[in-house]
């Protein structure tokens, strides 16, 4: 069978034509359309615990360690109260043990010659005669410890409060995650808007026997931030839902009365 | 009319060496930046095109930030004249478990210039089985359901959204 290449080729061009036309338009349409996609960047901090801790892979800021001044106790107070503020200052009222009067003290007043200079959550500063004076919070000595136990519908409802750390069973906690309407029912919460934007969640409505209750939570609170995240969405707040049972512990930032409070919880 | 013809089979061929050359992921990357203004992000999937159609496997659908959804396998398949989208086990994150059934296993989109009007939907999940259209000219979304003994039981109040007429859910949403 003898093939006419000239005629096949003839036939061919055409095709070839139009195959380099749409060839030409594919790429055309390659340099106008984008080359890379969309990939999801995690911005959140909240599985970075150590974040929390300033720990070495943070951002925050090093570290300056001070050399300790050695601090003496005073055992002629008793330290009953402290309202401090961040920035260490405030009033405390302290109690003389030999005549049992108390006085209020606000920083840097003097008390028999001790100055309060600074106060901190616990304890609080006394200086005298350029000595530094520790003097702690009665209660705080005496290391707290009970627990909140009960048994509903087979779930353990466990918080134990051990000194300083408040600690809430996983079991207790998952009870929530795995029924929100639980979580509808025991709390409400509203948007609080600033400027059209979303500036916390307040607290319309708590059940005292929820855990959101016995944590801590009450009515008119406003949740400004969970675990270091400012809510300012929804997906914010939904955020911190979806993480929790990763999560080891728990920071509430709430503001109540105009105060910021913070409430922090170990998550066992 | 041999010219006719001749020129019939130009274009068609024409449109075939269109859709064989066509740089598929990039529209894809298209689809991504227009889904991402829409807060939602379509992220860590591996994509492979093919000659007539790109696939995409394991792809985590994040919605405001949020991890919503993982798909196992979505495949787009285009002749211009008829096209196909299939999305297979789409998988809700546990915690969404509450507000829907957690897996799907077949979500597939048609759209032919028979029916030029419509995309149809057809799904098959724990929900139950799903049909419906997008009525393009119109702008409506249709949804027929018949739910699954397990969305009857848990998950009434999805189906409280939608309208019970002869033993089907019927959901409709105007865009």
């Known amino acids: 069978m003898n093939i006419d290449f000239n005629k096949l080729i003839q036939k061919l061009i055409p095709y070839a034509f139009i195959l380099l036309i749409a060839y030409l338009i594919s790429t055309i349409i390659f340099i106008l359309l984008p080359r890379n996609g969309v990939d999801f960047i995690d911005n959140s901090t909240q599985s970075l615990s150590y974040k929390k801790y300033d720990g070495f892979y943070s951002n925050a800021k090093t570290i300056i360690r001070k050399k300790k001044v050695k601090q003496e106790t005073l055992s002629k107070y008793i330290l009953k109260a402290i309202y401090s503020t961040t920035l260490n200052s405030g009033w405390i009222t302290i109690e003389n043990k030999q005549d049992n009067k108390s006085y209020i003290l606000s920083q840097f007043e003097e008390i028999d010659g001790y100055i309060l200079t600074k106060l901190y959550k616990n304890y609080v500063i006394l200086e005298k005669q ?48 795995n029924d929100i309407d639980k979580v509808w029912n025991d709390i409400s919460i509203n948007e609080i808007r600033n400027d059209n934007k979303i500036d916390g969640f307040k607290v319309v409505r708590v059940a005292k026997d929820s855990i959101f209750g016995k944590l801590g939570l009450k009515k008119n609170d406003i949740i400004k931030s969970i675990n270091n995240n400012i809510l300012t969405s929804y997906s914010d707040a939904f955020k911190v839902y979806n993480n929790i049972s990763n999560t080891k512990y728990l920071n509430l930032e709430i503001l109540r009365n105009n105060e910021i409070l913070e409430l922090n919880y170990e998550i066992d | ?157 999805v189906l409280k959204n939608m309208k019970l007429k002869e033993g089907r859910y019927n959901y409709e949403y105007r865009f």
């Not at chain 1, 707290?144 to 353990?156: A, E, F, P, R, W």
């Not at chain 2, 546990?94 to 032919?112: A, Q, T, W, Y």
């Not at chain 2, 029916?115 to 419906?132: A, E, R, T």
């Open chain 1, 130 to 177: 350029a000595k530094e004076y520790r003097l702690d919070i009665k209660q705080i000595n005496e290391k707290v410890t009970y627990n909140m136990t009960s048994n509903i519908n087979n779930i353990k409802e466990n918080i134990f409060v051990d000194g300083n750390s408040v600690i809430v069973k996983r079991d207790y906690i998952n009870s929530y995650v």
């Open chain 2, 1 to 157: 009319m041999k010219k006719i013809f001749k020129l019939c089979i130009y274009f068609l061929f024409f449109i075939l060496f269109l859709l064989i050359f066509l740089p598929k992921e990039s529209i894809y990357n298209l689809l991504e930046q227009k889904l991402s203004q829409q807060n939602i992000i379509i992220s860590d999937e591996k994509r492979n095109e093919k000659l007539l159609s790109l696939d995409i496997k394991n792809a985590n659908v994040f919605y405001n930030e949020v991890k919503g959804v993982n798909i196992r396998d979505i495949n787009f398949f285009s002749l211009l004249v008829y096209s196909k989208v299939e999305v297979n086990d789409v998988k809700l994150l546990e915690s969404l478990s509450s507000f829907f059934p957690p897996f799907i296993k077949n979500i597939e989109l048609k759209h032919s210039v028979l029916d030029y009007q419509n995309i149809n939907i057809s799904s098959l999940g724990d929900f139950g089985l799903l049909n419906g259209k997008i009525d393009l000219l119109n702008r409506v979304l249709i949804l027929n359901l018949d739910p699954s003994s397990e969305m009857k039981r848990k998950y009434i109040k």
